[in-house]
């Protein structure tokens, strides 16, 4: 039997910061062996898809490709449609220029008018950014969450994730983004063009984004215990599979075809 694909998010799952999850490149690795097709769908937007696969690579020694990587910032391209040459203003990190340029739009330099806001986390925002998104978006500017996260895990513990920043501007401006990440519908749309037909396992650490999208789509939901969410207890929607890290994901997977 064919095995199935998994969707694996990264922050607490593959890795804390630039910290491995112990035993998640022996994990990758012998899944890979295993012929699964491994997708990494992150809701972290900050980094190309080029340097998550290279951080993947020098943390875990799993040698990813980008074409491997679904980011919420991809995401937000998706949920902007066809429209090109837009005006963009983006608040967040390379990853989420990056995918607004690849699809055609112009990101939009200060005093320009301004057609979109794209905001993801960004670990250099100043007072003046934001408030320049928020005037952008009373104006009439589109506002896109590339997702709605309020914290991701780090070594030291959780850190204000995209969600915080946008809440920030959804506040400032009146009105609600339109969210692209995990769980909701542009981020589904990418992984499946990815992952195909056949059996989908999602692996994550968060009921709200990882759970959740796997619930929609009716796929198995795998939560492991080393990000966001301590134990099994409570946990809605309630995963198929509860683990206490990665390196056991082979084991299961194993156990699991017939």
């Not at 943390?59 to 679904?70: C, F, K, S």
């Not at 995963?239 to 890290?245: A, Q």
Request: aromatic share 4%; with cysteine.
């Amino acid at each position: 039997m064919t095995p199935p694909a998994i969707v694996c998010d990264l922050d607490g799952v593959v890795y804390l910061g630039d910290q491995e999850v112990p035993g998640a490149g022996r994990a990758l690795a012998a899944l890979d062996r295993a012929g699964a097709r491994i997708v990494f769908a992150t809701n972290n937007s900050y980094r190309t898809r080029r340097d998550t696969a290279a951080k993947i690579a020098r943390v875990t020694g799993y040698p990813a490709d980008p074409e491997q990587v679904v980011s919420s910032a991809t995401a937000a391209v998706e949920l902007m449609g066809a429209t090109s040459c837009q005006a963009v203003l983006t608040v967040g990190g390379p990853g989420v220029r990056e995918a607004v340029e690849l699809a055609g739009h112009r990101i939009a330099e200060p005093g320009d008018h301004v057609d979109l806001v794209v905001a993801g986390v960004d670990f250099d925002l100043t007072y003046a950014r934001l408030a320049e998104a928020g005037r952008a978006i009373r104006a009439g500017a589109g506002f896109v969450a590339t997702n709605r996260d309020a914290t991701f895990p780090s070594p030291t513990g959780l850190l204000p994730g995209a969600g915080a920043i946008v809440a920030a501007l959804e506040v400032t401006s009146g009105v609600e983004a339109m969210a692209a990440g995990k769980p909701y519908a542009p981020m589904r749309s990418l992984i499946r063009r990815l992952v195909g037909a056949g059996s989908v396992w999602v692996v994550g650490d968060r009921p709200d984004t990882d759970l959740a999208m796997a619930h929609a789509e009716g796929w198995t939901s795998v939560l492991v215990l080393t990000g966001v969410t301590p134990g099994p207890e409570g946990v809605d929607p309630p995963p198929d599979h509860v683990i206490g890290s990665i390196a056991e994901l082979p084991a299961l997977v194993a156990s699991s075809r017939p």
